[in-house]
């Protein structure tokens, strides 16, 4: 296993349109997170999964975000109707439940134009 | 909205200083970790403390937790070039973590 894998790493969209991020954690890990970073800032929490169930979203997202985890192993973010605003850095991560420390994917960029 | 915040916002220093970041936070805890980022990249966990701890060190890292003052600060000794990066604090809040804005740090060789 190699760590956490994310795809696309570049994606340039225009405004309006809806994208979808794919994240592919360590397989052992049963817990998963997305995150947002934008520049200059730490990452902002969105939302995570325990196996297949999604614990806890932010209060700060918006319904145009959605995750889903399907069968507990990889996960996918979609932005529906994309902003401007919504160019940023898209962080996954995965980790045990004791949470000893998370491991980053690289990450995927936004740029809505 | 972020947990933590950290001080200071930058730091630049010369290769062999050692660099200190401090991190404070606002609710209860049960971990607190640090992480490092080069630009661009995916964050890269460097230590996790407890929080029935006060001192942990992992190499050229030493991190102090003080619960009372709800901080924490992060050492790096004897800095290379090659430790140029962001270093962000996080708490462990309800299974997942809280990060802080980050110190940028700059070493110059």
């Known amino acids: 296993d190699t760590g956490v894998s994310q795809d696309p790493r570049h994606k340039i969209t225009k405004r309006g349109q809806n994208v979808t991020f794919r994240c592919d954690p360590i397989s052992e890990h049963n817990r998963l997170y997305w995150y947002r970073q934008t520049l200059g800032q730490g990452p902002e929490f969105l939302t995570y999964f325990q196996n297949e169930a999604q614990l806890e979203k932010s209060r700060l997202l918006s319904d145009r975000f959605s995750a889903e985890r399907p069968k507990g192993s990889f996960s996918t973010l979609e932005i529906q109707r994309t902003e401007q605003g919504d160019s940023a850095m898209y962080l996954c991560?995965?980790?045990?439940?004791?949470?000893?420390?998370?491991?980053f994917g690289s990450g995927t960029r936004l740029t809505v134009v | 909205s972020q947990q933590g915040e950290e001080d200071p916002q930058a730091l630049s220093i010369q290769e062999g200083e050692n660099a200190t970041m401090n991190c404070s936070y606002k609710?209860?805890?049960?971990?607190l970790q640090w992480y490092r980022q080069n630009s661009g990249r995916g964050l890269v966990h460097l230590i996790l403390?407890?929080?029935?701890?006060r001192e942990k060190h992992s190499g050229r890292l030493r991190v102090t937790l003080d619960t009372s003052k709800k901080s924490s600060s992060l050492l790096i000794t004897a800095s290379r070039a090659a430790d140029t990066a962001s270093y962000f604090c996080?708490?462990?809040?309800?299974?997942?973590?809280?990060f802080g804005q980050g110190t940028e740090l700059s070493v110059k060789p």
């Open positions: 609710t209860s805890i049960n971990n």
């Open positions: 991560a995965s980790s045990l439940v004791n949470n000893d420390g998370y491991t």
């Open positions: 996080a708490t462990d809040q309800g299974g997942k973590l809280i």
């Open positions: 403390i407890r929080s029935n701890e």
